[in-house]
């Protein structure tokens, strides 16, 4: 089809465009090149085939936005379809009377697919579009408030409009040129929308002329496409996969990289500059879609603080849209990440939830960004909220957050027949009690009716007693990496003296800690929660709730360190729907919950500026529901919940699982 210098010219730009993508691919590589650590590519070979699989469905999309995650998934697999569209009209333009994959059956079939898939892909991108430009939702942009690179607010916008036109242009001329070929050759029955389209140019003298110009409107403007897709918000769709391929394995979304404080050779701490953020961390800001899903879900966010994940990778990408050359180069930033990428004030407001890193649909993990931050700013500048000192110093001296001495540690426990590890050496469970009943009532009343629970079971169990000492876990949300690390390798000498057959607790944050964050430091444990070791006691018989107890209309509030960092959600409602109640559901509900507010240290330090309380928000839901009382299972999500309802003047009733379950058992007397 094409003349000798149509031939020439395409393979000189061709020859041009490869040399601009690659130069644009060298920067790339050498961008992240520059954060620390390595790399390990012998995941992506285990991961190859599931993650093609991902890529192909876009699964992790429809997490959110369902509507316009199906439009997305038929313009991505309209744009994957065009890259065998492409080298097939490449070739036809070149070999004269050739006929990509022939006009047999494959070939037929491979017509209609680029037919349909070209529609489809039109009609879904004219949608979005409309969507983005002219119905503007709010979730595709941020508060004014919210610190975010002065060339994104606009940036975003024209790199939208400017790959729109693009690909509808791309995609569009190679349709109106396959009815150009139509309307001389005659109709074909594989391509029925092209068919349909060339009655319009049935005896036209310009088709060939016309066919030319389709040609290079199709494949000229994808050159000129792919040297400025490196450089465009669209590099996403192969940062996306890479990001799938290659995050590091982790027990859970909330499992942190150790730091060995016994390596004398270590001069930095967490991240203050851009350069000390990992390479996996540096390409999250290329695989972010700037889709504002994280933001959307954000605890922090939703209630008026300056916090916006999405804002984050944002502006980690603007940072490379202009200094990325000298930065590949080797020159360090003269800004620091709290400058330019998130306010110190919206960092202290997370609350290490894992909303963002769940709702990603590229994998990308924000909150972890956050928590380096925090541990430059703890470790290397001595920098924190004052209030967290009260929770340090009690952690240093006496082990737990709230300053307990040991020697109260069992008060909780006064009344009640609970062996202690030197009592019984050799249980089935061991009870990790937690520091919260050490001190807060409502957590005493937990483990007070847990305690109930397991002796009317029969359970073989026993508790640490005085040699039990808080896990870390707020020490290490809050930045104070050395505190949790003095911590852990105390408790895990003491696991592993004792050498637990399982680990129960009735707190997320110790299980998460226990389970998920202790095997780097020589400790690895079979953890449960409460609520798993009840569901068994249950389903073996040994609990027997009261078929003639009145039913209680309840709602469960998911802990986001149960459900979302380690995927325990139907537990909790089998345990409740044995207890013989009547659940309802809120709407964010198992791995989409909505935080307390309590969570990476925010239970020790007032909440950042914002509109409301994290709390108040997610009361507000509970209410909503209509429930007559709110389970939970997690003291730190009660605690959370006793003072949002008082501040509420609501009469729900607030209540362990446990405690409702105990209820449930004694009525039956």
Same mark, same amino acid.
Request: hydrophobic share 45%; with cysteine; charged share 20%.
């Given at each position: 089809?094409?003349?000798?210098?149509?031939?020439?010219?395409?393979?000189?730009?061709?020859?041009?465009?490869?040399?601009?993508?690659?130069?644009?691919?060298?920067?790339?590589?050498?961008?992240?090149?520059?954060?620390?650590?390595?790399?390990?590519?012998?995941?992506?070979?285990?991961?190859?085939?599931?993650?093609?699989?991902?890529?192909?469905?876009?699964?992790?999309?429809?997490?959110?936005?369902?509507?316009?995650?199906?439009?997305?998934?038929?313009?991505?697999?309209?744009?994957?379809?065009?890259?065998?569209?492409?080298?097939?009209?490449?070739?036809?333009?070149?070999?004269?009377?050739?006929?990509?994959?022939?006009?047999?059956?494959?070939?037929?079939?491979?017509?209609?697919?680029?037919?349909?898939?070209?529609?489809?892909?039109?009609?879904?991108?004219?949608?979005?579009?409309?969507?983005?430009?002219?119905?503007?939702?709010?979730?595709?942009?941020?508060?004014?408030?919210?610190?975010?690179?002065?060339?994104?607010?606009?940036?975003?916008? /024209?790199?939208?409009?400017?790959?729109?036109?693009?690909?509808?242009?791309?995609?569009?001329?190679?349709?109106?040129?396959?009815?150009?070929?139509?309307? /001389?050759?005659?109709?074909?029955?594989?391509?029925?929308?092209?068919?349909?389209?060339?009655?319009?140019?049935?005896?036209?003298?310009?088709?060939?002329?016309?066919?030319?110009?389709?040609?290079?409107?199709?494949?000229?403007?994808?050159?000129?496409?792919?040297?400025?897709?490196?450089?465009?918000?669209?590099?996403?769709?192969?940062?996306?996969?890479?990001?799938?391929?290659?995050?590091?394995?982790?027990?859970?979304?909330?499992?942190?990289?150790?730091?060995?404080?016994?390596?004398?050779?270590?001069?930095?701490?967490?991240?203050?500059?851009?350069?000390?953020?990992?390479?996996?961390?540096?390409?999250?800001?290329?695989?972010?879609?700037?889709?504002?899903?994280?933001?959307?879900?954000?605890?922090?966010?939703?209630?008026?603080?300056?916090?916006?994940?999405?804002?984050?990778?944002?502006?980690? /990408?603007?940072?490379?849209?202009?200094?990325?050359?000298?930065?590949?180069?080797?020159?360090?930033?003269?800004?620091?990440?709290?400058?330019?990428?998130?306010?110190?004030?919206?960092?202290?407001?997370?609350?290490?939830?894992?909303?963002?890193?769940?709702?990603?649909?590229?994998?990308?993990?924000?909150?972890?960004?956050?928590?380096?931050?925090?541990?430059?700013?703890?470790?290397?500048?001595?920098?924190?909220?004052?209030?967290?000192?009260?929770?340090?110093?009690?952690?240093?001296?006496?082990?737990?957050?709230?300053?307990?001495?040991?020697?109260?540690?069992?008060?909780?426990?006064?009344?009640?027949?609970?062996?202690?590890?030197?009592?019984?050496?050799?249980?089935?469970?061991?009870?990790?009690?937690?520091?919260?009943?050490?001190?807060?009532?409502?957590?005493?009343?937990?483990?007070?009716?847990?305690?109930?629970?397991?002796?009317?079971?029969?359970?073989?169990?026993?508790?640490?007693?005085?040699?039990?000492?808080?896990?870390?876990?707020?020490?290490?949300?809050?930045?104070?990496?050395?505190?949790?690390?003095?911590?852990?390798?105390?408790?895990?000498?003491?696991?592993?003296?004792?050498?637990?057959?399982?680990?129960?607790?009735?707190?997320?944050?110790?299980?998460?800690?226990?389970?998920?964050?202790?095997?780097?430091?020589?400790?690895?444990?079979?953890?449960?929660?409460?609520?798993?070791?009840?569901?068994?006691?249950?389903?073996?018989?040994?609990?027997?709730?009261?078929?003639?107890?009145?039913?209680?209309?309840?709602?469960?509030?998911?802990?986001?360190?149960?459900?979302?960092?380690?995927?325990?959600?139907?537990?909790?409602?089998?345990?409740?729907?044995?207890?013989?109640?009547?659940?309802?559901?809120?709407?964010?509900?198992?791995?989409?919950?909505?935080?307390?507010?309590?969570?990476?240290?925010?239970?020790?330090?007032?909440?950042?500026?914002?509109?409301?309380?994290?709390?108040?928000?997610?009361?507000?839901?509970?209410?909503?529901?209509?429930?007559?009382?709110?389970?939970?299972?997690?003291?730190?999500?009660?605690?959370?919940?006793?003072?949002?309802?008082?501040?509420?003047?609501?009469?729900?009733?607030?209540?362990?699982?446990?405690?409702?379950?105990?209820?449930?058992?004694?009525?039956?007397?």
């Amino acid at each position: 089809m094409l003349s000798t210098a149509e031939k020439i010219i395409f393979f000189l730009a061709s020859l041009a465009t490869i040399y601009a993508t690659w130069k644009a691919i060298d920067r790339l590589v050498r961008i992240i090149g520059r954060g620390t650590g390595q790399l390990d590519w012998g995941l992506a070979r285990k991961r190859l085939w599931s993650v093609l699989g991902k890529m192909v469905i876009l699964k992790p999309t429809f997490n959110f936005r369902v509507g316009v995650s199906l439009a997305h998934l038929l313009i991505a697999w309209g744009f994957m379809y065009y890259m065998l569209v492409n080298l097939g009209d490449v070739l036809q333009g070149y070999i004269p009377g050739f006929r990509f994959l022939g006009d047999g059956l494959i070939g037929g079939i491979y017509r209609l697919g680029a037919d349909i898939l070209t529609v489809t892909l039109l009609v879904s991108l004219i949608i979005l579009l409309f969507r983005r430009f002219i119905l503007k939702p709010s979730d595709l942009t941020t508060r004014k408030t919210t610190l975010l690179h002065p060339k994104a607010r606009s940036g975003i916008l /024209r790199d939208s409009a400017i790959v729109g036109v693009f690909v509808i242009l791309h995609v569009g001329s190679r349709f109106l040129g396959e009815s150009f070929t139509i309307a /001389r050759e005659g109709k074909d029955v594989w391509q029925p929308f092209a068919t349909a389209l060339s009655t319009l140019w049935v005896g036209w003298s310009g088709l060939e002329f016309a066919q030319h110009v389709a040609f290079w409107m199709a494949l000229g403007l994808i050159m000129l496409f792919i040297v400025y897709f490196p450089y465009s918000k669209h590099i996403h769709i192969f940062f996306s996969a890479l990001n799938f391929l290659l995050k590091p394995e982790r027990r859970s979304i909330g499992e942190l990289t150790k730091i060995d404080f016994d390596d004398e050779s270590l001069e930095q701490f967490g991240a203050s500059q851009i350069d000390q953020l990992s390479k996996i961390q540096l390409m999250d800001a290329y695989a972010c879609i700037m889709c504002f899903r994280c933001q959307d879900v954000c605890p922090a966010y939703n209630t008026g603080k300056l916090l916006s994940p999405a804002a984050l990778e944002i502006n980690k /990408r603007y940072f490379f849209n202009e200094e990325g050359t000298k930065f590949a180069n080797g020159e360090s930033s003269h800004q620091s990440l709290i400058e330019f990428a998130i306010p110190l004030e919206a960092v202290w407001a997370c609350t290490s939830c894992g909303a963002c890193v769940d709702i990603c649909p590229v994998n990308n993990e924000p909150m972890r960004d956050i928590l380096d931050i925090r541990r430059s700013l703890v470790l290397m500048d001595n920098q924190f909220p004052t209030q967290f000192q009260t929770a340090f110093r009690g952690m240093e001296r006496t082990k737990n957050p709230w300053g307990v001495p040991p020697s109260e540690r069992m008060n909780w426990a006064k009344g009640l027949d609970v062996p202690t590890i030197e009592k019984n050496p050799h249980p089935d469970i061991l009870w990790w009690v937690g520091c919260a009943p050490a001190t807060d009532v409502q957590a005493q009343k937990t483990a007070r009716a847990f305690a109930k629970i397991l002796k009317m079971a029969g359970v073989n169990y026993a508790v640490l007693g005085q040699a039990e000492q808080c896990t870390g876990d707020s020490a290490r949300r809050a930045g104070k990496e050395d505190l949790f690390f003095e911590l852990a390798l105390g408790n895990v000498e003491i696991l592993n003296e004792v050498k637990p057959k399982r680990i129960v607790t009735t707190c997320p944050h110790c299980l998460h800690t226990l389970k998920n964050e202790y095997p780097a430091y020589g400790g690895n444990y079979e953890v449960i929660h409460h609520s798993q070791l009840i569901n068994e006691l249950q389903a073996q018989g040994k609990l027997k709730a009261n078929p003639a107890a009145a039913k209680e209309k309840i709602t469960y509030h998911d802990p986001c360190y149960l459900t979302r960092h380690n995927d325990i959600a139907h537990e909790p409602r089998s345990v409740l729907e044995s207890a013989n109640v009547e659940i309802v559901e809120m709407d964010r509900k198992k791995e989409k919950t909505f935080c307390c507010g309590a969570g990476g240290g925010q239970a020790w330090k007032e909440e950042e500026h914002g509109d409301e309380r994290v709390s108040a928000n997610r009361f507000r839901e509970v209410q909503a529901s209509g429930a007559d009382s709110l389970a939970v299972g997690c003291p730190f999500c009660m605690m959370m919940m006793v003072d949002a309802a008082k501040d509420a003047n609501s009469p729900i009733k607030i209540r362990d699982i446990a405690e409702i379950v105990l209820e449930n058992i004694e009525s039956q007397a």
